[in-house]
């Protein structure tokens, strides 16, 4: 599963343990979950915090009122995600796939975190001004406007490429395996529609199976 987030994300993951070492909890919440978010500095869900004017230690501060420091001290080792937390990371994956969109970000986190209504967390963004729709909307927009900054900057892909081959992969069930063998967990190859102008999109594809494909795409793999 983790595989598929991006670097920022995992950090994300990582510090919310450290968030909740911190406050000696022995389980990792939604709470731990947005600290750990606010605390990477980088990555769409940081973009869509910065963009609704969030002060992130006003954020922190929020979060450490509604908290209580635990009464046994943990220091160190890997603690166990509360069962909101795992729905949490569920529903960042969801929304990701709802998008088209082949990794999970800190982006997808954030709107994961907005959608259990329950939760500290959420409590604490709704009253910071950050609804699910407003996020989900700047993340839209946010993503879009890479796709064109990426569309630029493959502008030089090989005129050989076979559009027949690229549109066998425009079905979003089979970005997460390679279409040929359903291996899990490849190679990455760009593939860009240039006669119809459609998306660049990332498509796992396993070692084994990268030979198949045309010349014009396989001058576009990247380990």
Same mark, same amino acid.
């Given at each position: ?55 992130? /230690? ?11 420091? $635990? ?5 160190? $080792? ?17 929304? @990701? ?14 709107? $994961?975190?907005?959608?259990?209504? #329950?939760?500290? @967390? ?12 407003? @996020? ?10 890479? #796709? ?13 490429? /076979? ?22 967990? $490849? ?26 494909? /045309? ?9």
């Amino acid at each position: 599963m983790f595989e598929r987030f991006t670097d920022s994300c995992r950090k994300a993951v990582t510090l919310s343990n450290r968030e909740a070492l911190r406050y000696n909890h022995e389980y990792i919440g939604p709470e731990h979950i947005l600290l750990g978010l606010a605390s990477v500095n980088k990555g769409f869900g940081f973009q869509i915090l910065h963009g609704c004017s969030i002060d992130i /230690d006003k954020l922190r501060n929020e979060i450490e009122n509604l908290i209580k420091t $635990g009464s046994n001290t943990i220091s160190q $080792g890997k603690v166990p995600q509360s069962p909101q937390a795992k729905k949490v990371v569920e529903m960042a994956i969801n929304e @990701a796939r709802s998008l088209d969109h082949c990794e999970i970000g800190t982006e997808h986190l954030l709107l $994961g975190l907005l959608k259990i209504e #329950d939760s500290i @967390a959420s409590q604490v963004l709704t009253a910071l001004g950050i609804t699910y729709k407003n @996020a989900r909307e700047m993340l839209v927009d946010l993503h879009d406007k890479n #796709d064109t900054s990426e569309e630029n900057q493959n502008s030089q892909v090989p005129q050989e490429a /076979d559009i027949h081959s690229i549109q066998l992969f425009e079905n979003k069930d089979s970005f997460t395996k390679c279409p040929q063998c359903e291996y899990n967990g $490849g190679f990455h190859i760009l593939f860009y529609g240039l006669k119809n102008k459609q998306h660049s999109k990332w498509i796992l594809v396993c070692p084994g199976c990268k030979s198949k494909f /045309d010349v014009g795409l396989n001058s576009l793999f990247r380990g």
